[in-house]
């Protein structure tokens, strides 16, 4: 990775060795991601400026050895991504390098493009890509920018705080990205859950984690196994929750999750259980991005909507009711046979430090998945209308139907025959239908008619 700016003694020096002391923080080596800078108009072999090294050892960044580099092709040629400063340096960058311009981007467009990346990462609430939202003070706006040190002489301290913002922000993306080390295998302690057939091992570490404990074993109380289940872990995480840096540091080395706060770890454990789960499972059954409700009988409704379009609110309601199945990645085999996995409900209205709240299903009373197979009966793609009177279905044309399903599967591409697969899931449930509805309270009385019995 390549910092660029004009002279390659102030913004690009620090940000360079600012990246470095964060990327350390979140336990990436500097074999995975390599941080390289570099000057547009540099003199190779200068020092950097002397602003440029008080703000780098002000932010605990180790500032020494550094000297200037003149770009070159050679430099640019090794390089996977290149950062500038401003706009104005990607454009003079870009004039005498062309055939980078796809893997250059000036620091605006890179928060644009990594915003995206957020909203669109796996269930939209990705664990480890959410991280970065944990501390609002590491969230950089879209028209960030890095303006050459000259501009701040007499404010220089506050240049050196925003480029180390820049640099906790770029960091805990990348971190998130990188795949996670091998976690070490579970103690005898630890929290053993299903997660749609998949056995996940949970151990809790961290001098403030015991609340942590006792909130993870309540809401997942309906996932938990028996301690004498002798099937093989599949998936195994850690969390740490302490308030010491270097010991929040390690723990992420190892490829745990880390956090100084109850709150922040309670909020990532959900996602990354979920996470998890999915990857060990690639290419075998359907993932969909969808809440699933079940009949006393075992019949189940899947509905289908992407993060924040109301699948929790309508699993929460019509699970006082029904069979609650899952609310978020709803596991369908081959045979049409569902994979339950009750797990916790991400409240909207309900906010800690800005985060949703999650509460278990046994605390919002929810009904329990009948003692019976669970096998899918209707997929339904669901809309929020708030000027519908009552709810109302609409059948869909199978190809248009799979275009929208399409988009909440989990790996599509990595199932056995892909569209085929849905679609014979598809014609096997009647077909897929929209339903749009104003409240999640007016589709309780229509559950009858889509378990296909009278009542």
């Given at each position: ?302 509905f289908i909507a992407p993060s924040g379009t109301g699948k929790t609110t309508l699993a929460r309601t019509l699970g006082a009711h029904y069979g609650y199945v899952t609310d978020e990645t709803l596991a369908v085999d081959s045979g049409l046979g569902v994979l339950a996995y009750p797990k916790p409900l991400s409240i909207l209205d309900r906010t800690v430090g800005g985060l949703k709240e999650e509460w278990g299903p046994e605390s919002l009373d929810l009904v329990p998945v009948p003692d019976a197979p669970l096998r899918l009966t209707r997929l339904l793609l669901i809309e929020r209308d708030i000027y519908a009177d009552r709810p109302v279905l609409e059948e869909l044309p199978l190809l ?56």
């Open positions: 990775m390549l910092i660029v700016d004009t002279r390659n003694s102030g913004r690009s020096a620090a940000g360079e060795r600012m990246l470095r002391r964060h990327l350390q923080g979140h336990g990436v080596s500097a074999d995975s991601i390599r941080v390289t800078s570099a000057g547009l108009d540099a003199v190779d072999g200068e020092p950097m400026l002397e602003a440029a090294r008080i703000e780098i050892e002000r932010h605990g960044a180790n500032a020494a050895g550094f000297r200037t580099r003149s770009l070159s092709s050679a430099i640019v040629d090794a390089a996977d991504l290149i950062i500038t400063g401003t706009k104005d340096e990607w454009d003079v960058l870009a004039s005498r390098h062309p055939h980078v311009s796809r893997r250059a981007f000036s620091l605006s467009e890179l928060a644009f493009l990594y915003d995206g990346a957020v909203r669109a990462a796996p269930l939209a609430e990705h664990a480890a890509m959410l991280a970065r939202r944990r501390d609002a003070a590491r969230s950089i706006p879209l028209d960030f920018e890095l303006p050459p040190i000259e501009h701040y002489v007499e404010h220089v301290s506050q240049l050196g705080d925003r480029i180390d913002q820049a640099a906790a922000w770029v960091s805990s993306i990348w971190a998130a990205l990188l795949p996670a080390p091998t976690v070490a295998e579970p103690s005898a302690d630890a929290m053993r859950l299903d997660a749609f057939g998949v056995r996940v091992a949970v151990d809790f570490a961290g001098a403030d984690v015991a609340p942590v404990v006792a909130a993870a074993r309540r809401m997942w109380s309906r996932c938990l196994v028996a301690g004498e289940d002798d099937a093989p872990v599949e998936a195994a995480l850690e969390v740490t929750v302490d308030r010491d840096p270097a010991v929040l540091a390690e723990a992420r080395a190892r490829g745990g999750l880390a956090y100084d706060d109850p709150s922040h770890a309670i909020h990532f454990l959900t996602s990354s259980i979920t996470v998890r789960a999915i990857e060990r499972r690639v290419g075998g059954p359907v993932l969909m991005h969808a809440a699933g409700i079940a009949s006393p009988t075992g019949e189940v409704v899947g248009e139907g799979l275009a929208h399903l399409s988009e909440q599967i989990s790996y599509l591409a990595r199932l056995p025959r892909r569209l085929h697969t849905l679609a014979d899931m598809v014609e096997g449930v009647g077909g897929l239908a929209r339903l749009r509805y104003r409240e999640a309270r007016d589709v309780i009385p229509l559950m009858p008619q889509l378990f296909g019995r009278a009542a």
